[in-house]
């Protein structure tokens, strides 16, 4: 088994708070040939790389104290799901059952009055019933958090489970003793504390039923991503249309699309034509036309029209499992914000049992009577209010929101690093060809020498690019087909990177280039510059011939610039970003397109292999710098930028070249993919700030710190309420990222 495998996915349960997530990635790693372990406790959910098998990182996790299965496919992620959903359900009937017992005994005791004391004829009695009941509540409504509790001990840990288990237990088990061995206790201190137990059980079961809830909100994106993947496919087979499983369509084999239908797989259409609804995968709203010859992506939704396409990439292969897959990963990813919260909270549990214990020796040491109820009373509350699960939830459930919402707008961002880092840039770099313009140049005009007509220059030219695979020599040939030239072949063919080409054609020497080309060849351009000056200005590249050693004329190839770039461009302005195009391109050429674009600053004649040092003159200004590019060509530049946004249309798109991959064409994802950033990282400090300060408050006040300045204490009911409260309030802001809108939606 190789180490560069697909990840194992694992659906771990039994974790409850973030104290867990480190002893179950310590464990993963910790199991021979694993490379890297990542626990996403928003999910309950773990991701391992490396030579090994799902049934020993399984066996791992249960050796830890927690339990696993493997996810394999969609019907894995089903019944993972289904499984939550029971879990929901049973924590909402163990809070009820807690509150069927607790709601009589504070209504009956806090409220009226009602409830017998244990000096009173029978009170004993009727003390010891309700004992009884709250130790069936302790059982069935709090027997998981007892379960995780004796879990954790046995294997040297300590997490949200032995805070509930320490907190419920004691409440309980001293009012047992009150009720059984009343004189043993001071007078002032005979009070039993069963309703504390059973409404804290209540209220947390409450809470965490809430919180699973929200949190299966968050991953909506995924969901709904898997969802565009049919059931089934109609595949022609012996002549007949038969419907099958889509996990039973062969390579090559040839598959019916019908008006309505969601496309099956990845394939290349052989017969009909249509208009398919692409949006889910790449963000665009407008269907595009597909005719015999082109692409189409499993998952898109089919318009109009009936067609056949031959299966190219099926199962994992295809677009629409890589692009799940890399969310996925991403979603699993820790930024650098997060990793605070991850070292306070592998200390976390630990410090709040000190803090109880100090504060229960304080009380009964130095507190005023009845010491013994005071101490037990601040230390319960202490264990109780305690929140790990929100410092747990505060990155990864932002995270998880905002890598699945860029995934809806056809924005795949590989990690939690590059999510943050997107947020921080000060200047986007963009490559002209295919980036700013639609990278589908065509010849726009031909000025010729007088001793050469304009067919017969186009038709040496397109005879010499026959050998380039450059986007303009494709202009250069399909204006000749168009034609309907016949090409001669080009013997001694010879390519200079960001120069030109040059060859030998039916006996002459043909060349076609750059200025800086021509020279090297050492032909003078002379006053043909001045002409290859006036079409770049009018945005046009030109292309210089050159027939044994004289100028033969001046080709002008036009890249049509995207209908949204200046839009886009005005909108990163708006945003605060300098924006730098970067071009092998002529310059009057890039400058053209630049004065039509308000692009800030222009980068142009530069040879691919120096583009990531231009990308490091702008680091060493101080600008933190994102560039954008074809993902292949300039992937020395995407890899050196700070953020590296690999741009391409269809599915054809280099998706492990750079940080982020866009896979519209359209500018403005760059744009969403650095506001989706900013709004991700502003709620993730959001919920660390709202937890460290609900723990920085809320654990000096359980000690008791305000009953010194005004004699008050709080109820370890009350604790309980909060407690439930935080998680379900850092994930409720987490989910708010949800209601996020494209910038596009708004230019």
Known sequence: MLANQDPIRLSVSGMSCAGCVGTVEDALRAVPGVVEAS?????????????VTADVLVAAVRKAGYDAAELRGIADEEEKESAEFAHYRKLLRQAFVAGLVALPLVIGDMLLGLLPMLQDPGGRIFWFVVGLATLIVLVYSGGHFFTGAWKSFRNHNANMDTLIALGTGSAWLYSMVVVAFPDSVPVLARHAYFEAAAVILALINVGSALEMRARGKTSEAIKRLIGLQ?????????????????????????????????????????????????????????????????????????????FLFQAKRIG?????????????????????????ADRISAVFVPAVLIIAVITFLLWFNLGPDPRVSFALVTAITVLVIACPCALGLATP????????????????????????????????????????????????QIETAESWSEDELLRLAASVEAGSEHPL????????????????????????????????????????????????????IGDWKLRGANLAAQAQTPLYVSIDGEMAGVIGVSDPVKPDAQAAIAALHRAGLRVVMLTG????????????????EVHAEVLPADKAAEVAALQATGAVVGMVGDGINDAPALARADVGFAIGTGT???????????????????????????????????????AFVYNAIGIPIAAGALYMLIGVLLNPMIAGAAMALSSVTVVSN???LRAWRSARDSA
């Open 39 to 51: 626990v996403n406790f928003a999910e309950h959910t773990a991701q391992v790389q490396g030579a």
């Open 230 to 306: 049919p059931r089934t496919a109609r595949v022609v087979r012996n002549g007949v249309e038969v419907d099958v499983p889509i996990a039973e369509v062969g390579l090559d084999e040839t598959v019916r699309v019908r008006p309505g239908e969601k496309i099956p797989v990845d394939g290349v259409l052989v017969e009909g034509y249509s208009s398919v609804d692409e949006s889910m995968l790449t963000g665009e709203p407008v269907p595009v036309e597909k005719s015999v010859g082109d692409e189409v992506v499993g998952g898109t939704f089919n318009k109009s029209g009936s």
């Open 316 to 340: 994992k292969d295809m677009a629409l499992a890589r692009i799940i897959e890399l969310v996925r990963q991403a979603q699993n990813s820790k930024p650098a914000i997060g990793k605070l």
């Open 397 to 444: 459930i932002s995270i998880m929101v905002g890598v699945g919402k860029a995934a809806e707008q056809g924005i795949l961002i590989r990690s939690g690093d590059a999510l943050q880092r997107a947020g921080q840039l000060s200047v986007i770099v963009l490559d002209k060809t295919g980036t700013v313009t639609l990278g589908q140049p065509r010849v726009t």
């Open 473 to 524: 020599a494709e202009a250069v040939m399909e204006s000749a087909q168009s034609r309907g030239m016949v090409l001669a072949t080009a013997e001694a063919f010879a390519a200079s990177i960001g120069g030109g080409v040059s060859a030998v054609i039916e006996g002459r020497n043909v060349a076609l280039g750059n200025p800086r080309f021509m020279a090297e060849k050492g032909v003078a």
């Open 585 to 600: 391109d002529h310059r009057d050429t890039a400058e053209a397109v630049a004065r039509a674009l308000d692009i800030d």
């Open 652 to 690: 054809d798109v280099a998706m492990e070249s750079a940080d982020v991959t866009l896979i519209g064409g359209s500018l403005f994802s760059v744009l969403d993919a650095i506001q989706i950033s900013r709004a991700t990282v502003r709620n993730i400090r959001q919920n660390l700030f709202g």
């Open 734 to 736: 987490a989910n708010r």
